[in-house]
């Protein structure tokens, strides 16, 4: 079967790679917008969506009533309600670019995921192959570059919509990216400093982040949160402002600007923006792990490859060091992190207010930008002097 | 009114960083994810109903299942929202209870004029009319709004009634003392 899937032509196999990761990713963004409901109805000792149910999944014994408890068939009424609802298109608003926006918003939001490895099996000579659609050596770079164009559906979106409050959302939304991207792609920099280290080839590959986070000894199987605390700081608070997420849901603002970029879109069309919303955190959650997280490592000194010959010599079941089950319990692994980075976007949405306009900007501009090129200064000569030793 | 000044202390490092705030906020937060959920699944789950609630006002009988109702109209007269319409009648002088002399004919209450303010209980001099626990009334029609005499004493039912009023009335009377 395997055999059958390596000699097909590489574009079907890319096609078929494609179809199964937005097919991962799609209902997962949904899943998501369920779990955010669900905690902060927990959050705020509300039982939360808990009614809906097909009507012959009632008579599942124990596991229909525990799926209706836990809402996820709100999720499907929900996905078919945007989906059969009326398509509401104000008349004042600039047709063409207003349905071309939610359709834009979905672009980056996917693109980006291609070059993000959820995943690695081990080769024969027991080499890490990154699990990941286009394996690019540009890597992080393309996944900073593709998914700040996802401002401009924002954009779009509060223009074509011709009226007051879309149009400052995304005013707001574009001052904000900018402002956060710098001091978010400041903060990696480090990071890539520590991995090309002099002699070796240049890379910007998050697999090759991970490689690192997986080395044997106590300064290789650190995870990069714990080595370079600080950029992990900056990287993530500007993540939240990348994201739109509150405290920093600026283009949203539903207090003072009603709806922000999507106070005229309904039905469909902004479902399409709350998934991309949604696909976007997924994937900055993941570069997240990827960078600071470990990746696929289950624990901090504790790599990939030797958590499976732990399970090996536990039980010494052949199909364990099989590369599929390898891959599938890196990828598990890679999930479960990032689903606990989004669990913690959803605490802090729930937690932190809002900022006012201005303090976002004092934030990005005058604390994370210095402080980022502090970081970045600080580590580039702790490298130079560690690694010139 | 003494001034007292306050002494403003500037905030500290970490202070102005947030993060202490925002971490202590996080764990109230998770503290509160932990607990059990309050809310209250209202259909199937219903609230206790505390005594003196008023809920929708009832007619009701006394323990020999005698209306109390004489129809004096008080309630009527004294219904902010005039919600309560009564028709006297007559108490036929071959009944058992034909000394109370008067019962409603018949007695509406509009549900969608009531404001539930007790005044129909508090004035009415027989304790006929009760405002009891039943909170929530439902329709589809405004005629299926308006409580006819048989549902007032269907939804009130019957209370203890301590002084039986009529009963020794009656018995005075029998023996010659009519006051």
């Known amino acids: ?389 | 009114m003494a001034i007292i000044p306050l002494e403003r202390k500037p905030l500290s490092l970490a202070e102005r960083t947030y993060l202490p705030a925002i971490l202590s906020g996080l764990k109230t937060t998770f503290a509160r994810l932990l607990r059990p959920i309050e809310t209250m699944e209202y259909p199937e789950q219903r609230p206790a109903i505390p005594p003196g609630y008023r809920g929708v006002p009832t007619l009701v009988k006394d323990p020999n299942g005698r209306e109390k109702c004489v129809s004096c109209q008080l309630c009527e007269f004294v219904c902010p929202p005039k919600a309560i319409r009564i028709t006297p009648g007559e108490i036929p002088a071959d009944a058992p209870t034909a000394q109370v002399e008067k019962a409603p004919q018949a007695f509406e209450i509009d549900m969608l004029r009531c404001i539930y303010c007790g005044l129909c209980q508090e004035v009415c001099p027989e304790e006929a009319i009760f405002l009891q626990n039943q909170y929530s009334m439902s329709g589809y029609t405004r005629a299926e709004m308006v409580n006819h005499k048989d549902r007032l004493y269907e939804l009130g039912g019957t209370l203890p009634d301590p002084h039986l009023k009529w009963d020794k009335k009656k018995a005075a009377a029998e023996h010659g003392n009519t006051h």
């Not at chain 1, 891959?327 to 976007?345: D, E, M, N, P, Q």
Request: net charge positive; glycine share 8%.
């Open chain 1, 1 to 389: 079967m395997f055999d059958f899937f390596f000699n097909l032509n590489p574009v079907i196999q890319g096609l078929i790679k494609g179809l199964a990761v937005i097919l991962v990713i799609f209902p997962l963004a949904g899943a998501c917008s369920l779990a955010e409901r669900k905690v902060s109805a927990w959050m705020q000792g509300r039982p939360g969506p808990n009614r809906a149910i097909v009507p012959w999944f009632a008579y599942v014994p124990f596991l229909g009533r525990f799926l209706q408890r836990l809402g996820v068939f709100h999720l499907m009424a929900d996905g078919a309600k945007f989906l059969f609802k009326e398509e509401p298109v104000p008349g004042h608003v600039n047709k063409l670019y207003f349905v071309l926006a939610p359709a834009l918003a979905m672009m980056p939001a996917f693109t980006t995921v291609t070059v993000v490895p959820f995943g690695a099996y081990f080769d024969g000579a027991g080499h890490a192959i990154p699990l990941v659609l286009a394996n690019v050596d540009v890597g992080l770079l393309a996944v900073f570059a593709v998914s700040s164009l996802g401002v401009y559906s924002l954009i779009l979106a509060g223009w074509a919509s011709n009226s007051k409050y879309p149009f400052l959302g995304s005013v707001r939304a574009s001052a904000q990216l900018i402002s956060y991207e710098l001091s978010m792609t400041l903060s990696v920099v480090p990071v890539f400093l520590w991995i090309n280290a002099p002699g070796t080839p240049g890379t910007m590959s998050l697999a090759k982040v991970v490689e690192f986070q997986s080395l044997p000894g106590f300064w290789g199987g650190t995870w990069f949160i714990f080595l370079m605390p600080l950029s992990a700081a900056i990287f993530l608070i500007s993540l939240f402002a990348e994201t739109n997420r509150q405290p920093f849901d600026m283009p949203e603002s539903e207090s003072d600007l009603v709806g922000g970029f999507h106070t005229e879109y309904g039905a469909f069309k902004w479902s399409l923006f709350f998934v991309a919303e949604y696909s976007h955190m997924l994937v900055g959650s993941g570069v997240f792990t990827l960078l600071f997280l470990g990746g696929w490592n289950p624990l901090p000194w504790l790599p990939l490859a030797d958590f499976v010959a732990w399970l090996h010599s536990l039980g010494g079941a052949a199909f364990v060091v099989h590369p599929l089950f390898v891959g599938v319990l890196s990828i598990a692994l890679f999930l479960g992190k990032v689903l606990v980075v989004i669990f913690f976007f959803m605490w802090v949405r729930w937690t932190v207010p809002r900022f006012r306009y201005d303090q976002v900007m004092k934030l990005g501009w005058q604390k994370l930008l210095p402080l980022a090129i502090a970081n970045l200064i600080f580590y580039a000569l702790a490298i130079a002097w560690v690694q010139t030793r």
